[in-house]
């Protein structure tokens, strides 16, 4: 028996990628041409919330005219026992993705900022009411979130009833984002660990705590905790945070015994917010990487977009390769672009005061995090393409890394030691003088089986 | 990587503190070692060197032979009738036999891939140095030879590093065929982990190939935005003089470009080719034009079109020299393996060869130069041109109807088509006036002309086709991106992450020949399909041209509408059959990128990395060639399993698991040594498919793989059952086999699924790092 019985078209996960032109579609709801557009989730206590309920306020599909756009407001209830209001923002991330389940509705963007259409074809199957979405979203609600025991769905299209709800749904994310920002490492219990990337870097796992995003930049604690929650047997999984060992490093021995245990025993201690000593192991989807960089005493980063070399001549892939695979490697250091915006980001080694490189595209994207008096010290590629000129520019920019330079570090350049394996050397004819000397070779042979050129370890 | 030797000598060296004679400095080899990744096991692989895994392979997907021959007719003992478990006059059984021929074909496709490394490496060596860096992508590509590491365990960064590689896989190769001798190799099983190894073989010399002309003719090197250019028989301007080129060997090619940009001709002369020499001249002049796959190569020289045909090596028809003399068109020979009985010129002053080619002295030419050749072919063009005009043999509306009343319809031209077109149906009606059935035939012909052979009125039907079409052919113009060549470091990054999360379902390469069952329709189809879905979908060769030659309602090619990038949703060009080299790489580079497993000389467990988790499936949909059989094999050896149309029963055997059998679906868990039931994944590891529709449900299926996530494997199962659902008509009955644990299960199938797992009693189990090499268990550390 299907699991969308009565509901006049498809539902599967191969509708996600439709995309709906202008001229296919029959109602547009939301978008670029409404004002007023919303999808809200809200926690409510059991008795809040009639199970399966279904609300149109305002005109539904049906009663629209082809080819028209009209506002949307999309107010889901749920209630149960786990239901708590952390976990609001990520449940209401899922109405994106179970539209788009539905053949014919295309859902993009999330939030004030929604922008649906549905598409002739559909409706003229019969998708003709919020009715059958609200269906489709209930079951897949329930059946995906257990946690869920009540649901209630109202569609909202009456324009004066979506401005109204608009602006409250409006002070609503402001102050959800305000609390998660806000959010503290310290005040909750539990971290989240993923071993998700395992599959492919075996010795990686993930700790992501409210203010250290995934790696991948695609889970937030928020996420973790309601993933922990719906597949307790899942690669998502709780942390219990033991003892706080160092709080400036971010050392709990609580994430140490788990990684030590998910790693098989790879990574014993984790640091969270350095990149030396014990740092943070790296999978291999990372959105960033933050590279030392000696000569200047600072961190450079760089991101996955950034098709150029770095400012140590680097690309992305050879740096990404030197700290991928869940190791952990010193002044090599996986992020994602989120972490950056978390003031704990590299806290021990200086944070921002210690970052001097960075491409300007991802700067842009953080640039309100980053504090005002460093914002401008910090170069990308417009400043400097070499190590020198970066040199440069923090001096000009007095950047505070600056202060460290009391010695500048001197690079050890590799040596080539060439080491003749075997050699045989018969001379017929040799004649050396020592002191004011003459030497004279005839029928010189020298013969070598191998010659070997290694690399002697660069000194650190 | 390093060169073999070094050897100086010295006369006579005088300076103020020494006198030296005869001075002699040899080495043997130098072994740069700066390359500080630890050699793996097999380095330089012998053909024993990874026998056990080839077995550990064999056991899961035990060879089926479907005998193409029941006889053996390679020693004069035979004829040796092979049928009902009788044996050879030598002792060999029919399993070994069949094994042979497949071992033998893949030698010959290996060393012709081979042949073509070593000529590439050689002249590029001559012409540029043996110090020429080989930069196949600039900074974004730091994993220059994938395969090349894997296999030899070197890691080569100039054209010269290329040598010590081809002379191993020459040995190789050498050493593969003496197994097939008479009273050599008896067991099969020996014969298919040869197999195996020709395959590896040959994924080297493609890689060699592609990586040298990368470098040196500065191709795409890893773009995803290479340039679209021009694909079609209506793309020529036919008011020039046109030089056709065919073969996969781009060297005289580029003979040609370099002569007629030199001596400022090119704007005057349409260069365009057939089969990968096509391929890669566009790749090293945007300009130059492909005229389309190996199926076109008869319609376009009867079209008269071509006024210097200039043949290089591999899939050219062995007839060019007999057609080509119909149209009055000069061939120019430059391979040496492929010289047509014509005499050699290499020697002689280009002016000679000119006007001996111009005023039909002589009918074509051997020059084995490809610079003199480059020269004639333009000259010759340029003069011959206007003399030709465009002379064809293209027959009339109104001779086919002649023709056609006189066909007795004897159906022997039916016997003889491999896709046993419907010709005598079309001749009747065109007797009647109607060329109808003759247009429709055109879309599914591939150009081999044995009816034509076959016809006792000696008719030409194949021309009777295209003069038909002749509307279709000319209206033949579309946009193919030009071959990219690899696939950037950072790419890989790209996908790791969605691969894990299982939003790539998978990776399908469509490669190979032309040989489709229903023209090559079907493979644009099934590119769009499975880009739609948001596999990424990756192309070679003259599946890539098919591919090319379909357009949507907005008269746009998959290239125009589907980006380059190798992402989800992109549609990939690499380039020319070597260029195959860089699909199998991407895989590799999926374990060493985003898994960090060595590469150096560790072939065993990155073959098995990838059999467990890269969900790649190769589709040789027109498969034809030995070559194509030898890219197969290295595909298997690497657990990549391949799909081929149903021609590609010919190639006498295929490698199918059996999902009855519960015992062969075991891994072990690297995490806890367990033994862990994980289901048939991949099912088959070689699959011939008879349908478009049953090749598409057996590609969505065999892209599952042991370590998928909950949520790759129910993305994969969605679009499992879902065509199967839309093809066949039914749910798949085979659900059950590839759900592990509930969550498994496509979010929105879960009461359907849950009801159909009931039924079959179905135990939950669970997902392990799933490896086949107990060496690779896991210890925890204390």
Request: with cysteine; hydrophobic share 40%.
């Amino acid at each position: 028996m299907s699991m969308f019985e009565g509901i006049p078209v498809e539902v599967g996960v191969i509708y996600e990628g439709e995309r709906i032109r202008r001229k296919d579609m029959y109602v547009e709801l939301g978008g670029p041409e409404q004002e007023t557009k919303f999808e809200l989730v809200r926690a409510k206590g059991l008795d809040e919330v009639e199970d399966e309920k279904i609300t149109v306020i305002g005109p539904d599909i049906k009663d629209v005219k082809e080819g028209s756009s009209i506002p949307l407001g999309i107010y889901v209830e749920v209630a149960g026992k786990d239901v708590e209001e952390e976990l609001e923002g990520v449940i209401e991330r899922r109405i994106h993705e179970y539209c788009n389940f539905i053949e014919g509705l295309m859902h993009l963007n999330q939030r004030y900022d929604i922008w649906l259409r549905l598409n002739k074809k559909s409706f003229q199957k019969g998708l003709n009411s919020f009715n059958y979405i609200g269906k489709v979203l209930t079951k897949l609600y329930k059946s995906e979130l257990p946690f869920i025991e009540k649901i209630q769905i109202t569609f909202i299209t009456d324009p004066d009833k979506v401005r109204g709800m608009w602006k409250e749904a409006l002070s609503i994310y402001e102050a959800r984002d305000a609390k998660a920002r806000g959010m503290k490492d310290e005040e909750v219990d539990a971290f989240y660990g993923c071993t998700l990337c395992q599959s492919f870097a075996p010795t990686h796992v993930c700790v992501i705590t409210p203010q250290r995003y995934s790696n991948c930049g695609s889970i937030s604690w928020f996420d973790g905790r309601a993933s922990a929650r719906v597949d307790p047997k899942g690669p998502v999984f709780a942390i219990e945070k033991g003892e706080m060992i160092d709080t400036e490093k971010g050392e709990y021995s609580g994430v140490n015994e788990v990684v030590k245990k998910k790693s098989l025993g790879a990574v014993n201690r984790v640091w969270l917010y350095t990149g030396f000593g014990y740092p943070h192991t790296s999978c291999g989807c990372f959105e960033a990487v933050a590279f030392y960089i000696p000569e200047v005493d600072g961190f450079g980063i760089v991101d996955r977009g950034f098709k150029d070399v770095t400012v140590n001549g680097l690309p992305f892939s050879t740096l990404a390769d030197s700290t991928a695979g869940g190791r952990q490697i010193d002044g090599f250091h996986g992020i994602s672009v989120e972490y950056m915006r978390s003031p704990k980001f590299l806290q021990v080694d200086g944070g921002w005061n210690r970052i001097v490189w960075m491409p300007s595209s991802v700067k842009e994207r953080v640039k309100d995090f980053i504090p005002k008096e460093v914002v401008d010290k910090i170069a990308t590629e417009n400043d400097s393409k070499t190590v020198d000129e970066l040199r440069a520019f923090l001096k000009d920019h007095e950047h505070p890394v600056v202060q460290q330079w009391k010695e500048v570090p001197v690079e050890a350049a590799p040596e080539v030691e060439e080491a003749l394996a075997a050699s045989t050397i018969p001379l017929s004819t040799t004649a050396i003088a020592a002191g004011g000397f003459k030497i004279i070779l005839k029928n010189a042979k020298i013969h070598a089986e191998k010659l070997i050129i290694k690399r002697e370890k660069a000194k650190r | 990587m390093a060169k073999k030797a070094l050897f100086v000598k010295a006369k006579e060296l005088k300076t103020d503190v020494a006198v030296i004679k005869d001075l002699e400095v040899s080495i043997g080899r130098i072994f740069d070692e700066t390359w500080t990744e630890p050699v793996g096991p097999t380095p330089f692989p012998s053909i024993t060197d990874l026998r056990e895994w080839d077995f550990k392979l064999l056991q899961r997907y035990k060879p089926m032979y479907m005998p193409f021959c029941d006889l053996c007719c390679l020693c004069t003992f035979g004829k040796c009738d092979l049928t009902k478990d009788k044996r050879g006059a030598c002792g060999l059984n029919m399993a070994g036999q069949q094994s042979r021929i497949v071992l033998i074909a893949c030698c010959i496709g290996a060393a012709t891939h081979l042949g073509h490394a070593r000529h590439m490496v050689d002249h590029l060596i001559e012409k540029f140095g043996r110090r020429y860096p080989l930069d196949v992508g600039g900074v974004n590509v730091q994993l220059e030879a994938p395969i090349t590491r894997l296999v030899c365990g070197v890691r080569p960064r100039t054209l010269g590093d290329l040598e010590d590689v081809v002379d191993y896989l020459e040995d190789q190769v050498t050493h593969l065929l003496s197994a097939t001798h008479t009273g050599q190799e008896g067991s099969n099983l020996d014969f298919e982990s040869k197999v195996f190894h020709a395959g590896m073989v040959d994924h080297v010399a493609l890689e060699v190939a592609d990586i040298a002309q990368i470098a040196a003719y500065n191709f795409p090197k890893a773009d995803p935005e290479a340039p679209l250019v021009e694909l079609g028989y209506g793309t020529i301007e036919t008011h020039k003089p046109v030089i056709m080129v065919v073969g996969h060997n781009v060297i005289s090619s580029v003979g040609i470009i370099d002569y007629l940009k030199e001596n400022d001709l090119y704007a005057d002369v349409e260069v365009t080719g057939l089969c990968c020499t096509a391929h890669d001249t566009t790749r090293y002049s945007s300009r130059a034009k492909i005229v389309g796959p190996i199926s076109w190569q008869l319609r376009f020289i009867r079209s008269g079109i071509p006024d210097v045909i200039v043949l290089d090596e591999q899939c050219i028809r062995a007839d060019t020299l007999v057609e080509a003399q119909k149209i009055k068109a000069p061939v120019i020979v430059t391979s040496d393996k492929n010289c047509q009985g014509l005499q050699n010129r290499t020697k002689d002053p280009a002016d000679e060869i000119v006007a001996d080619l111009v005023n039909g002295k002589v009918p074509g030419v051997l020059i084995l130069d490809s610079e003199k050749a480059g020269e004639v072919a333009s000259r010759t063009a340029l003069e011959i041109a206007p003399k030709r005009k465009k002379f064809k043999v293209i027959p009339t509306v109104k001779e086919i109807i002649e023709a056609a009343k006189k066909c007795k319809l004897c159906n022997d031209c039916i016997r003889a088509c491999p896709e046993g077109l419907l010709i005598p149906e079309a001749m009747r009606e065109a007797a009647a006036g109607n060329l109808q059935l003759l247009v429709d035939l055109y879309e599914t012909c591939i150009g081999c002309a044995r009816c034509e052979s076959a016809c006792p009125n000696d008719f030409p039907i194949h021309s009777f086709i295209v003069a038909a079409a002749e509307k279709i052919l000319k209206g033949e113009k579309f946009k193919i991106q030009a071959g990219r060549g690899a696939i950037q470091d950072v790419e890989i990054r790209n996908v790791g992450s969605p691969i894990v999360l299982g939003e790539i379902p998978g990776v399908v390469a469509f490669v190979g020949c032309a040989n489709y069952p229903h023209g090559g329709i079907e493979v644009a189809e099934m590119c769009k399909e499975f880009a739609d879905r948001r596999f990424i979908v990756v192309l070679s060769g003259c599946s890539a041209m098919s591919a090319a030659m379909y357009k949507d309602e907005e008269g746009k090619t998959l290239y125009e509408k589907y980006p380059g990038d190798f992402d989800a949703g992109g549609i990939v060009n690499v380039g020319s059959c070597v260029a195959n080299a860089h699909i199998a790489g991407a895989a590799i580079k999926i374990a060493n990128i985003f898994a960090k497993r060595n590469l150096r000389a560790n072939y065993e467990e990155i073959a098995d990395y990838i059999h467990n988790r890269v969900g790649a499936v190769g589709v040789a949909w027109g498969a034809m060639s030995q070559k194509a059989a030898a890219i197969a094999a290295g595909c298997w050896r690497l657990g990549i399993p391949v799909i081929v149309g149903p021609h590609g029963s010919k190639y006498r055997r295929m490698l199918l698991g059996r999902k009855d059998h519960e015992e062969d679906w075991y891994v072990y868990d690297a995490r806890t040594g367990d033994r862990v039931y994980v289901g048939p994944v991949p099912e088959h590891l070689f699959y011939t498919a008879e349908t478009k529709e049953e090749a598409m449900v057996i590609i969505a299926k065999l892209c599952m793989r042991a370590n998928d996530t909950s949520k790759g494997r129910a993305i994969k199962l969605t679009h499992y059952i879902d065509l199967h659902k839309r093809l066949y008509g039914t749910m798949p009955d085979d659900i059950h086999l590839f759900v592990r644990t509930v969550t498994d299960i496509p979010i929105t199938m879960k009461d359907e699924i849950l009801d159909i797992l009931k039924k079959k009693g179905w135990k939950e189990g669970r997902i392990p790092d799933p490896t086949l090499l107990p060496r690779l268990i896991r210890k925890m550390k204390e």
